[in-house]
Nanobody
Framework: QVQLVESGGGLVQAGGSLRLSCTAS????????MAWYRQAPGNQRELVAF???????NYPDSVKGRFTISRDNAKNTVYLQMNSLKPEDTAVYYC?????????WGQGTQVTVSS
Protein backbone atom coordinates (compact mmCIF):
# COMPACT_ATOMS: atom_id res chain seq x y z
CA GLN A 1 0.00 0.00 0.00
CA VAL A 2 0.95 3.63 -0.57
CA GLN A 3 0.10 6.60 1.61
CA LEU A 4 0.33 10.31 0.85
CA VAL A 5 0.58 12.70 3.78
CA GLU A 6 0.27 16.46 3.33
CA SER A 7 1.47 19.16 5.69
CA GLY A 8 1.96 22.91 5.76
CA GLY A 9 -1.56 24.27 5.59
CA GLY A 10 -2.86 26.95 7.89
CA LEU A 11 -4.19 30.47 8.24
CA VAL A 12 -2.43 33.34 6.49
CA GLN A 13 -3.26 36.93 5.63
CA ALA A 14 -3.81 38.00 2.05
CA GLY A 15 -0.48 38.62 0.36
CA GLY A 16 1.27 36.06 2.51
CA SER A 17 2.92 32.77 1.65
CA LEU A 18 2.62 29.11 2.58
CA ARG A 19 4.52 26.02 1.55
CA LEU A 20 2.73 22.70 1.34
CA SER A 21 4.52 19.36 1.40
CA CYS A 22 3.32 15.89 0.49
CA THR A 23 5.34 12.74 1.09
CA ALA A 24 4.59 9.32 -0.31
CA SER A 25 5.42 6.22 1.69
CA UNK A 26 4.89 2.48 1.40
CA UNK A 27 5.66 0.06 -1.41
CA UNK A 28 6.99 2.51 -3.97
CA UNK A 29 8.79 1.45 -7.13
CA UNK A 30 8.19 4.51 -9.27
CA UNK A 31 6.38 7.83 -8.85
CA UNK A 32 5.25 9.39 -12.09
CA UNK A 33 3.21 12.61 -12.19
CA MET A 34 2.48 14.39 -8.91
CA ALA A 35 -0.07 17.15 -8.53
CA TRP A 36 -1.96 19.43 -6.21
CA TYR A 37 -5.71 20.00 -6.37
CA ARG A 38 -7.95 22.16 -4.24
CA GLN A 39 -11.61 22.21 -3.33
CA ALA A 40 -13.47 25.14 -1.81
CA PRO A 41 -16.90 24.69 -0.20
CA GLY A 42 -19.58 24.34 -2.86
CA ASN A 43 -17.02 24.07 -5.65
CA GLN A 44 -15.64 21.20 -7.67
CA ARG A 45 -12.12 19.99 -7.06
CA GLU A 46 -9.75 21.82 -9.39
CA LEU A 47 -6.19 21.29 -10.52
CA VAL A 48 -3.69 23.72 -9.03
CA ALA A 49 -0.43 22.39 -10.44
CA PHE A 50 1.19 19.22 -11.71
CA UNK A 51 4.75 18.08 -12.21
CA UNK A 52 6.04 15.16 -14.23
CA UNK A 53 8.81 12.85 -13.14
CA UNK A 54 11.12 14.90 -15.33
CA UNK A 55 9.94 18.11 -13.59
CA UNK A 56 7.85 19.54 -16.38
CA UNK A 57 5.17 21.69 -14.78
CA ASN A 58 1.82 23.22 -15.62
CA TYR A 59 -0.51 25.65 -13.85
CA PRO A 60 -3.95 27.13 -14.48
CA ASP A 61 -4.07 30.87 -15.08
CA SER A 62 -5.58 31.44 -11.62
CA VAL A 63 -2.29 30.56 -9.88
CA LYS A 64 0.31 31.03 -12.61
CA GLY A 65 3.10 33.31 -11.42
CA ARG A 66 2.11 32.92 -7.77
CA PHE A 67 2.39 29.16 -7.11
CA THR A 68 5.38 26.92 -7.80
CA ILE A 69 5.34 23.13 -7.70
CA SER A 70 8.54 21.16 -7.22
CA ARG A 71 9.56 17.66 -6.22
CA ASP A 72 12.38 15.76 -4.58
CA ASN A 73 12.40 12.28 -6.09
CA ALA A 74 14.90 11.02 -3.51
CA LYS A 75 12.46 11.94 -0.74
CA ASN A 76 9.26 10.95 -2.62
CA THR A 77 8.01 14.44 -1.84
CA VAL A 78 6.21 17.13 -3.77
CA TYR A 79 5.99 20.76 -2.67
CA LEU A 80 3.71 23.66 -3.44
CA GLN A 81 5.08 27.12 -2.74
CA MET A 82 2.21 29.58 -2.64
CA ASN A 83 2.97 33.29 -2.73
CA SER A 84 0.78 36.40 -2.94
CA LEU A 85 -2.12 34.44 -1.53
CA LYS A 86 -5.64 35.72 -2.04
CA PRO A 87 -8.85 35.00 -0.11
CA GLU A 88 -10.11 33.05 -3.13
CA ASP A 89 -7.24 30.60 -2.63
CA THR A 90 -8.99 29.39 0.51
CA ALA A 91 -9.69 25.67 0.11
CA VAL A 92 -8.69 22.19 1.15
CA TYR A 93 -5.59 21.30 -0.81
CA TYR A 94 -5.05 17.69 -1.87
CA CYS A 95 -1.93 16.00 -3.07
CA UNK A 96 -2.15 13.22 -5.65
CA UNK A 97 0.50 11.01 -7.17
CA UNK A 98 0.69 8.28 -9.75
CA UNK A 99 2.66 5.59 -7.93
CA UNK A 100 3.43 2.28 -9.59
CA UNK A 101 0.90 3.31 -12.32
CA UNK A 102 -1.90 3.78 -9.79
CA UNK A 103 -3.35 7.08 -8.52
CA UNK A 104 -3.31 7.88 -4.82
CA TRP A 105 -4.68 10.86 -2.87
CA GLY A 106 -3.76 12.46 0.40
CA GLN A 107 -6.24 13.39 3.09
CA GLY A 108 -6.07 17.12 2.36
CA THR A 109 -4.82 20.14 4.25
CA GLN A 110 -6.79 23.32 4.91
CA VAL A 111 -5.50 26.63 3.60
CA THR A 112 -7.36 29.73 4.78
CA VAL A 113 -6.47 33.20 3.50
CA SER A 114 -7.96 36.10 5.41
CA SER A 115 -8.61 39.47 3.82
Amino acid sequence: QVQLVESGGGLVQAGGSLRLSCTASGSIFRINTMAWYRQAPGNQRELVAFITRGSLTNYPDSVKGRFTISRDNAKNTVYLQMNSLKPEDTAVYYCTANVNDRDYWGQGTQVTVSS
